[in-house]
């Protein structure tokens, strides 16, 4: 039998690259810093620290309230809504984000079904 796997919609990947590319720019930071602290707070890279860091959790903040859409139907999904967990079937008795863990089983959701086709698909 030949097992199709399910269609992803990249939303755990969103959060993977904020913090790939977070800690690339920290690695940045970090190898090329002056030896003297007192050279290394009055470098550029050290200035770019508060506004990167205050732009990485607003992107994080709006990514995770970015709707997503159904690869099989096309429709717009929140992505704060009671969910029931794929692990554990349960559902979470309040609206949720995706990307949070479970209240019961406390795993993150791999996986997500449309509540207008029924279908399963990965986040």
Same mark, same amino acid.
């Given at each position: 039998?030949?097992?199709?796997?399910?269609?992803?919609?990249? /939303?755990?990947? +969103?959060?993977?690259?904020? $913090?790939?590319?977070?800690? =690339?720019?920290?690695?940045?930071?970090? !190898?090329?810093? $002056?030896?003297?602290?007192?050279?290394? $707070?009055?470098?550029?890279?050290?200035?770019? !620290?508060?506004? %990167? /860091?205050?732009?990485?959790? !607003?992107? /994080? !903040?709006? %990514?995770?309230?970015?709707?997503?859409?159904?690869?099989?139907?096309a429709r717009v999904l929140p992505t704060k809504t009671d969910w029931t967990c794929p692990n554990c079937h349960k559902k979470q008795g309040k609206e949720r984000y995706l990307m949070?863990?479970?209240?019961?089983? +406390?795993?993150? =959701? =791999?996986?997500?079904?449309?509540? +207008?086709? +029924?279908?399963? /698909?990965?986040?």
């Amino acid at each position: 039998m030949d097992h199709k796997p399910s269609p992803s919609v990249f /939303f755990h990947f +969103r959060f993977k690259f904020l $913090a790939v590319t977070s800690i =690339a720019f920290l690695m940045y930071v970090i !190898l090329t810093s $002056a030896s003297d602290f007192s050279q290394f $707070a009055g470098s550029m890279q050290f200035k770019l !620290l508060g506004p %990167f /860091f205050i732009i990485s959790g !607003l992107m /994080f !903040l709006m %990514f995770r309230k970015f709707p997503i859409k159904c690869p099989h139907c096309a429709r717009v999904l929140p992505t704060k809504t009671d969910w029931t967990c794929p692990n554990c079937h349960k559902k979470q008795g309040k609206e949720r984000y995706l990307m949070e863990k479970c209240v019961h089983c +406390r795993q993150m =959701a =791999a996986t997500s079904e449309c509540d +207008r086709c +029924r279908k399963e /698909f990965r986040l």
